[in-house]
Each structure stands twice: as C-alpha cells, then as structure tokens.
C-alpha cells in the first residue's frame, strides 16, 4: 500500500507533554492570576497520598480524579469530576455533587447530585472516602471590617 512510502515517523502520533505548567484549566478559562483566594480547602491525609492545600477561588472549582481539576485528588474512589466548590463573590461557599459514584458527604449527610449545599467555615466534607476540611477566609469588606454572620 501507500503506507510504506512514508516514513515511519509521520505515522506515529507524537503524545503531547502534559507536564506543561502553563496548559491549566485556569489558563484556558482565562482566569486572573493575581485573584485572591476566598477559600482554603485541607484534605487530609490518606492512603492516597499526604495532606494537601488547596485554595479556593471565585467560581467553580472541581473536584475530581482527572489532573486538569482545580483540585485533583489522585483516588481510585473519586470520580473523574467529582464535586464542585462555588464561591460567589459576595461571600456564599457552595458544594454540589456531579452525580458521583461514591457520592459526598457533607456534616451528616449524603449529598443528593448537583443540589447546591451552603458551605460554613471548618466544615467537614468526604468526597468518597476522602475526608477534608473547609475553610473560608475572611474577606475584607469596603468598610474595612471583617464581616460577621448576622
């Protein structure tokens, strides 16, 4: 056939380095580098891997297996997207569930996929058996005061 005119390296397909720290989901969306983060996600250690911050910006930020998430937690257990945190600028933290296998848990609760959960300071989460803990940072407000729940 054809095939054995060309040379063999065109046939190949060369594989993408996906190394490259500058090919994020962030830099795809376009997001500001210089936004401040609303809030601070600690997963705990596990089987799985040490403990690890993660911080939390305006919007979504997912929550998953696959390596493009804002927050990749490498467990067999959790879906390739998992759960989203949102933070709206006026302060509110959510979470959903994409509709994970293994579900989130939230305080006490199983999360039922894609309601919106409003998110307090310290609470703890699991997405599978991956336990961790959220933390929101306080946002200066314009008048310079830290903003107390009414």
Known sequence: GLSSCLPAEMEQTQPLDW???SLTCETLE???GNQE???RLHVFSSSYGPEKDFW???GENIIGRQTTCHI???APSISKRHAVIEAEVEGSHFIYDCGSLNRTRWRKSTLKPHARYA???GDLLLFADVACQYFILPT????GT???DA
């Open 30 to 32: 376009g997001k500001d």
């Open 119 to 121: 998110l307090d300071d």
């Open 56 to 58: 939390i910006h305006c």
């Open 37 to 39: 983060p609303v809030g």
């Open 19 to 21: 190394n490259d720290e």
């Open 146 to 148: 830290c903003q107390a």
């Open 72 to 74: 990749p937690i490498p």
């Open 140 to 143: 200066p407000s314009e008048n």
